[in-house]
């Protein structure tokens, strides 16, 4: 029922009891149907894409700045539902890279969905993140997107409703920080932030994943806006040849990478601020956390040395409130 019809229902109410029986029903129906609706969005984002990254800077704000030339980059990614208990979904996207001589799998980022969510990450700047409270207004109806990067550790997230009509479904929420991608954060360092807005669509083709961003300098006296661009990932639906390579590094990698999630999901859970000690290039975290998972899948190592090298490597990088992390 539209919510117009619902509207009309919840003016006759005071004059009919029948009127509002049906009104109280179409209610309670209403928000179960939308929450299935959701998850269907949500999970329509598993499959096999054709992907094209593509950022271009547009609009010049501090004076004498000049455009960065746009970057499109093609890829080709599977994306698998990893977790699923109703009002949580985690999906993990996998590159299926090649060379001239080789291919190979690549973990890439992952994105995990909470339905109505009390707590939710927001990052800083400077490779910290809060970890900040949502009132139960805010959450009413909403889903939380977080992102994490090749290495589990957070990247942003963002809170909103999906909109679905006749041939799309949208989740839009309020602009959010994030650190830079790491296409910008390899060749500049002229900026320290993004403040994004997020707009994820899935159709019957596939989906996509806009982005108004704005790049934030905040080490002056007064932080300033430097330019903005927009973005555009789209992911087309195909039938991907390598796709087993894909599946084969999930399944013999998984057990170290829910390790690793599941340390950093109780680092977030019992903390306030995190940071994270890292370079651009990801050769004090990331690059040694892929290293070790890659060394799983070619069987050069166990899943128990592989994590025990995780957890030092882990333990040396990350602080939690100020302090060092122990896991366990």
């Known amino acids: 029922m539209s919510a117009l019809a619902l509207a009309a229902l919840s003016a006759c109410a005071s004059t009919s009891g029948t009127a509002e029986q049906g009104s109280s029903q179409a209610q309670q129906a209403r928000p179960e149907q939308h929450f299935e609706a959701d998850r269907e969005a949500i999970l329509a984002m598993a499959g096999e894409y054709e992907v094209t990254f593509d950022f271009t800077e547009f609009l010049p704000i501090a004076p004498g700045y000049e455009l960065a030339d746009p970057k499109i980059t093609p890829a080709r990614e599977v994306v698998y539902v990893i977790e ?6 985690s999906l993990q996207h996998l590159l299926l890279a090649r060379t001239e001589d080789a291919s190979f799998v690549i973990k890439h980022w992952r994105q995990d969905w909470q339905y109505e969510p009390d707590r939710m990450l927001a990052y800083q700047g400077f490779n910290r993140w809060n970890v900040e409270e949502i009132s139960p207004g805010e959450a009413r109806g909403a889903w939380s997107q977080t992102v994490y990067q090749v290495d589990d550790s957070p990247r942003y997230a963002g809170l ?33 932030v ?14 996509s994943h806009g982005q108004d961003n704005s ?7 007064e932080p300033f806006e430097l330019v903005r661009e927009h973005g555009i990932n789209t992911y087309r639906r195909a039938d991907l040849e390598g796709d087993e390579d894909a599946a084969a590094y999930w399944e013999n990698t998984r057990d170290y990478w829910t390790r690793v999630r599941d340390a950093w999901d109780t680092i977030i859970a019992n903390s ?16 040694p956390l892929l290293s070790a998972a890659q060394n799983v899948h070619f069987d050069l190592t166990s899943t128990e040395e592989a994590w025990a090298e995780a957890v030092s490597l882990m333990e040396a990088r990350i602080t939690a409130d100020g302090d060092a992390v122990d896991i366990d």
């Open 84 to 89: 699923d208990t109703g009002e949580f979904i």
């Open 160 to 192: 909103g409703q999906w909109e679905h009509a006749r041939h799309a479904s949208t989740w839009e929420p309020p602009v959010s920080w994030r650190p830079l991608p790491r296409r910008d954060a390899t060749t500049r360092d002229d900026y320290d």
């Open 194 to 207: 993004i403040a994004a807005v997020n707009r994820h669509t899935v159709t019957e083709w596939g989906w």
């Open 215 to 221: 790049k934030l300098v905040l080490r002056e006296d």
């Open 272 to 287: 306030e601020t995190i940071s994270v000690q890292d370079d651009a290039e990801g050769t004090l975290l990331y690059g």
